[in-house]
């Protein structure tokens, strides 16, 4: 298993919520039912965000409770793994309602750019 530098996947995380949130502005929940390139490009970055919130180690969560890790991962293995059933209203709530509260988490809690320990 190769180990992840935790601020850099925390860092990928704020750019994919942020990608999704730009994506979605302007648009609207029918959007994603009519548009099938719309409803898989959120779908990957709700995705590689979970990815890559799993990738940050569980010892080094602890130090920032205000993201909700558990939620994230799980929505990234239940869009995975239930590919066949997926609730475009969670989807859709995700990247209006939760990513901008997450992009604004970890805005806070990220060191500036060239910060290497944590």
Same mark, same amino acid.
């Not at 979605?24 to 970055?45: M, N, P, T, W, Y």
């Not at 059933?85 to 060239?114: A, C, M, Q």
């Given at each position: 298993?190769?180990?992840?530098?935790?601020?850099?996947?925390?860092?990928?995380?704020?750019?994919?919520?942020?990608?999704?949130?730009?994506?979605?502005?302007?648009?609207?929940?029918?959007?994603?039912?009519? $548009?099938? /390139?719309?409803?898989?490009?959120?779908?990957? =970055?709700?995705?590689? @965000?979970?990815?890559?919130?799993?990738?940050? #180690? %569980?010892?080094?969560?602890?130090?920032?409770?205000?993201?909700?890790?558990?939620?994230?991962?799980?929505?990234?293995?239940?869009?995975?793994?239930?590919?066949?059933?997926?609730?475009? $209203?969670? /989807?859709?709530?995700?990247?209006?309602?939760? =990513?901008?509260?997450? @992009?604004?988490?970890?805005?806070?809690?990220? #060191? %500036?750019?060239?910060?290497?320990?944590?």
């Amino acid at each position: 298993m190769s180990t992840h530098d935790p601020i850099v996947s925390m860092r990928q995380m704020r750019d994919f919520a942020q990608e999704a949130i730009n994506l979605a502005k302007g648009r609207s929940h029918a959007d994603i039912e009519i $548009d099938r /390139v719309f409803q898989l490009a959120l779908l990957h =970055l709700v995705q590689m @965000v979970g990815e890559a919130a799993n990738r940050v #180690p %569980p010892d080094k969560r602890p130090a920032c409770p205000e993201v909700p890790w558990n939620d994230i991962v799980g929505m990234r293995h239940r869009l995975v793994h239930g590919y066949d059933v997926v609730d475009t $209203d969670l /989807v859709w709530r995700t990247v209006t309602e939760d =990513l901008p509260d997450l @992009v604004r988490i970890l805005d806070k809690l990220l #060191p %500036p750019p060239g910060y290497e320990n944590w």
